[in-house]
């Protein structure tokens, strides 16, 4: 069936370091791939989003490219800041009947000042 | 628009004991969904419902049961809680399939059975 792997946390980082927080899938199909953030005490939050091979989503500063050659889709962000404390979610989606949202386990990213 | 509502917020329970999570959307989305997160685990499909009067099996249904009278509202129920259903439980939301349909999700309700 189809899966999602992430890299396993908690990802501890400073202040304005890089990012990146990889995401690998198996799936029979072409999915469409999401990124959802969960802060502290709340539900989850749709983070960005791709459809196709090659497409690039963003958001907040936030990157991930669909690359359907290596099954990926890699988290992304250039400088950290403490507010991007969270856990992240890698999820695919069929685009047909139910709509269901297949996650990976999270990944806790910890940035310290 | 208050998006997803889901009450309680936490409750705990004694084993064989019965509730009723509630969750209700006023977005007039079609589709609604129940997932639960386990501690460190990525969060599984309990039921889903693609419109009033329909649902269906997730992933994980054993121990639950749901109903979809209205568009606004979608239950959860647990018949005999048992400790395997300590988690934190989380209902969505979307307009409809298709690429394009974020699902929206509420605050959780976080759920421990003793």
């Known amino acids: 069936g189809d899966s999602v792997t992430q890299m396993e946390g908690p990802v501890t980082l400073s202040e304005e370091a890089f990012l990146t927080i990889n995401c690998t899938y198996t799936?029979?199909?072409?999915?469409?791939l999401f990124w959802y953030v969960q802060y502290p005490g709340e539900g989850l939050q749709l983070l960005l989003k791709?459809?196709?091979?090659?497409d690039k989503g963003s958001n907040k500063g936030f990157e991930a490219t669909y690359r359907k050659e290596t099954t990926s889709f890699h988290l992304e962000k250039g400088s950290v800041q403490v507010s991007d404390s969270a856990v992240y979610f890698c999820?695919?989606?069929?685009?047909?009947?139910?709509?269901?949202?297949?996650f990976g386990g999270g990944t806790r990213l910890m940035v310290k000042p | 628009n208050a998006g997803v509502t889901q009450t309680p917020k936490f409750r705990i329970l004694k084993i064989g004991q019965s509730m009723t999570l509630q969750c209700t959307q006023d977005?007039?989305?079609?589709?609604m969904y129940w997932y639960r997160q386990d501690p460190g685990m990525g969060l599984k499909l309990i039921y889903y419902?693609?419109?009033?009067?329909?649902?269906d099996k997730g992933e994980v249904p054993n121990g639950y049961n749901v109903s979809r009278s209205t568009t606004e509202d979608f239950p959860l129920r647990l018949e005999l809680a048992a400790p395997s259903q300590t988690s934190v439980y989380f209902c969505a939301s979307s307009y409809s399939s298709g690429a394009v349909n974020e699902q929206f999700f509420g605050p959780g309700t976080r759920l421990t059975v003793l």
């Open positions: 999820a695919l989606r069929y685009n047909n009947a139910g709509n269901m949202l297949t």
């Open positions: 799936a029979t199909g072409y999915p469409s």
């Open positions: 977005m007039n989305h079609n589709y």
């Open positions: 419902s693609v419109g009033a009067g329909i649902t």
């Open positions: 791709a459809t196709k091979a090659d």
